[in-house]
């Protein structure tokens, strides 16, 4: 075991939105990350597919599925307030955390919490992201003894000028790795990050269920008071358990110690809404 493997997936959006919230508008922008070992990944895609079968055979049944693996378990569908009476989706999800603690998984996220009404760059925010994704990635690498290199797969955005910016944004990421002071220091990072098809790569689709509990979380904690905004609490049970999977560095680095999730955004805005 000497590689592993970074699976990102976004949750909201980084497109504007209004005060109070309108419907289908997202505060926080996250990318989230799951690291996995790369040799294990047969074994973790059988269990997670045999996890969605356990409690979603009816949807993976649905017809126009190439393959039953196909079928995603959407994070937004398992945290919407509106499933929070849901028990099987609340299991499924306590039983994928049960499988990352046994795959040793650590998290990683990157958070914005965006100003109101201001339409920040798509391929701005998530170059940012990728980059302080990377940083802390490449942190975990060097300070776990098993694992030499790393590799990051995201989620790709297929259609029309969305999936022109992963072009963009794995052509910053290699200005960043080979053009930035910090950036040539990542050298346990292999290649531009990777695009994928969620639907073929199970990593992606535990990065997707990860990242939307970490969205609710953000959410909960920073904007529960944001007019128009979601009811959250219930999904408490969750909290400790991602804190716990969270990336924790060993060592300091300038004198703190680094964690896999970072909230980005204006102090002021922090507080306004708790």
Known sequence: MDTCVLYVDEAGSPHKHDVPLQAGQTPLFVLGGVALALDEWRNI???????????????????????????????????????????????????LLNGLEQWDARVFA??????????????????????QLADRFSIHLSEHHAFQHGIM???????GREARQDFQVGSSYLS????????????????????????????????????????????????????????????????ARIKSLEFRSKRT???YRVYGIRVNGDPALKRKYR
């Open 176 to 239: 960043y790795v080979f053009g930035h002071d910090t950036g040539r220091l990542l050298t346990n990072l292999a290649e531009a990050p990777l695009f994928a098809d969620s639907r073929l790569t199970a990593g992606l689709q535990i990065a997707d269920n990860v990242a939307s509990i970490v969205y609710a979380n953000q959410f909960h904690y920073y904007l529960h008071k944001l007019p128009g905004g979601y009811d959250y609490s219930y999904l408490e049970q969750y909290w």
């Open 45 to 95: 895609d059988r269990e997670y597919l045999n996890l969605k079968r356990k409690y979603f055979a009816a949807e993976m049944a649905a017809p126009g599925l190439a393959r039953p693996e196909h079928w995603e378990a959407k994070g937004n569908d398992l945290t919407a307030p509106r499933n929070k009476e849901s028990a099987r989706r609340q299991a499924f999800t306590h039983e």
């Open 110 to 131: 990157i958070v914005f919490i965006k100003e109101p009404s201001t339409a920040a760059s798509s391929v701005g925010l998530y170059t940012s992201a990728v980059q």
């Open 153 to 159: 797969i995201m989620d790709s955005r297929s259609r």
């Open 253 to 255: 680095y300038d004198g």
